[in-house]
Structures are given as C-alpha cells and as structure tokens.
C-alpha cells in the first residue's frame, strides 16, 4: 500500500476533468509479509534498486483530461520521471475505484528487469508491470453543499 500525501479532483457532469494525486513514497507498506522479512522487503522497495524513497519521496498522477465518464488521462511521475497514463474506473456514489498497470522500467526501475539486463537467469526476473489498484471517496465540496 501507499498513502496519498493530497488529492484534488475536478468534476463536471459527472466527468472527471482534472486532479492531482501526491503519492508518499515513505509510505511503502506489505500486508502479506511479517517480522524481518516484511522490513527487509520494504527496505528494499525503498532503496535505489527501486523507488529510492530519500531521494524521490514523493510521485504523483495528473489527470489532465476524460475519455468519458469512466476513464480519464494523464501523466504518472515516479523517480523524476512522467510518462503518459490512461486510467478506466467505475463509479458507486461519491466512491471512484479501478486498477491501472504501469512500466516501472520507464521510471528508471531498473532491479531484476529482463528488459535492461538481458542475461538475467528465469529465477532472477522481476516482472515490469505495476498492477494499482485504487479506491478514492470524494468529499462534497462546501460550496456545493450550501455553506
């Protein structure tokens, strides 16, 4: 899991048009490990091999447009790094959640990539696609509210 730092979002008619999400890297956390192996495991998820959390603590997602009413662009920011993102979700009330996938090599994370280090035995590969899945409850805007 990793933990929003901020999140603002532009909605009209239903679309969302625009937003920010500010991700805290230093957040890292594994719920399927426990003990030494679950530190060792964050520690390295943290380290320069991957995300290198000291340097880079933050990363971010701008949505810049939508493709609809459930699937919006934007740029994904990781290490320094943006490329382009597209991004389908389903709506439930004020309830948006989906699932996205990204090329973590394109970010500079590099560790264990077949793409980078082509002589890498079968036993040594880490996969390049990120599966994030996400779940965000918006607020209603006070304004909109009356107040």
Do not use: C, W
């Amino acid at each position: 899991t990793i933990a929003l730092k901020s999140a603002t979002a532009k909605i009209e008619k239903d679309k969302v048009v625009s937003g920010e999400f500010v991700m805290d890297m230093n957040s890292i956390n594994v719920t399927d490990l426990d003990g030494k192996k679950k530190n060792d495991f964050i520690g390295h998820m943290k380290s320069d091999d991957f995300f290198n959390t000291e340097k880079f603590p933050e990363a971010k997602l701008v949505i810049t447009g939508s493709e609809g009413k459930d699937k919006v662009k934007g740029s994904l920011t990781i290490r320094d790094k943006t490329e382009p993102v597209e991004i389908a979700f389903k709506k439930a009330g004020n309830v948006y959640s989906g699932k996205f996938q990204f090329d973590r090599s394109k970010f500079g994370v590099n560790y264990g990539s077949a793409t980078i280090f082509e002589k890498l035995t079968l036993d040594k590969i880490i996969n390049n696609e990120v599966d994030i899945e996400f779940k965000i409850v918006t607020e209603v805007a006070a304004k909109k509210a009356g107040y």
